[in-house]
C-alpha cells in the first residue's frame, strides 16, 4: 500500500523521479564500470560529459591506481578511462580532472613485490613523502640522480606496454625490475 506524501513533496514519487533521471536499470547512475563493455560506453560517455563534476572523480581515482600499478586500467590493461575520454573529446571531464590533480597532494611511494610466480606476489607499499606535485617530481628525480638511476617511463617497464593508445604519465624510478618474465 502506497504511503501518504507528507507535505510539500513533490507528486512524483523517488522511484519514478530516479528513473527518469537514471533512465537506465542500474542504481549507480555515475558507474565507471558501465562502459566497460562497448554497448555501454556510449551511454557512460554521455553521462560523464553531462555530469563532468561526478565524472572526474573516477578519472583521479584511475590516475591513482594506474600510478601505482601501470596495467590497472579502469576497463582492463591497456584499456583506460582516460584514453577513452580524450579519444571521445571529452574535454570538460579531463579539464576538471586535471585542474583537481594540480591542487591535490602528491606521494613518493616505495612499492616492493615478490614474485613466487605469475600473478602471485607479496606487495609491501610505503609512502615516503607528501607534498605538492612539482616538489614530489623533483624528489623523484634527486632519488633517481643520488642513486643513480634513470626514470622511465611505461613503455620502457618490462611487461606492461602501452596499448591501444594508452600512455602513462608517470615517471618511475625502478631500482631493480624483474627479468624472468614472471
Known amino acids: 500500500m502506497r504511503q501518504p506524501r507528507p507535505e510539500g513533496v513533490a507528486t512524483t514519487d523517488a522511484a519514478t523521479r530516479t528513473r527518469t533521471h537514471l533512465d ?3 542504481a549507480a547512475r555515475n558507474c565507471p564500470f558501465a562502459g566497460c563493455n562497448a554497448a555501454g560506453w556510449p551511454e557512460q560517455l554521455t553521462r560523464f560529459v553531462a555530469l563532468p563534476d ?3 572523480q573516477h578519472v583521479i581515482d584511475e590516475c591513482v591506481c594506474l600510478a601505482l600499478n601501470p596495467r590497472s586500467g579502469l576497463f582492463a590493461p591497456g584499456k583506460s578511462l582516460i584514453t577513452r575520454l580524450q579519444r571521445d573529446h571529452a574535454a570538460e571531464v579531463i579539464k576538471l ?3 583537481r590533480m594540480r591542487a591535490m ?3 613518493v611511494y ?3 613485490r615478490y614474485f613466487s610466480a605469475p600473478a602471485s606476489a607479496i606487495r609491501s607499499l610505503e609512502r615516503v613523502l607528501v607534498a605538492d606535485r612539482l616538489l614530489v617530481q623533483a624528489a623523484l628525480e634527486e632519488i633517481g640522480d643520488l642513486v643513480g638511476v634513470e626514470l622511465v617511463e611505461n613503455a620502457e617497464i618490462t611487461g606492461a606496454p602501452v596499448r591501444q593508445g594508452d600512455r602513462d604519465a608517470y ?3 625502478w631500482l631493480c625490475k624483474r627479468t ?3
Request: net charge positive.
Open 180 to 182: 624472468d618474465g614472471v
Open 97 to 99: 580532472a586535471a585542474e
Open 54 to 56: 561526478e565524472a572526474v
Open 105 to 107: 597532494p602528491w606521494a
Open 110 to 112: 616505495r612499492v616492493r
Open 24 to 26: 537506465t536499470a542500474s
Open 171 to 173: 615517471r618511475r624510478l
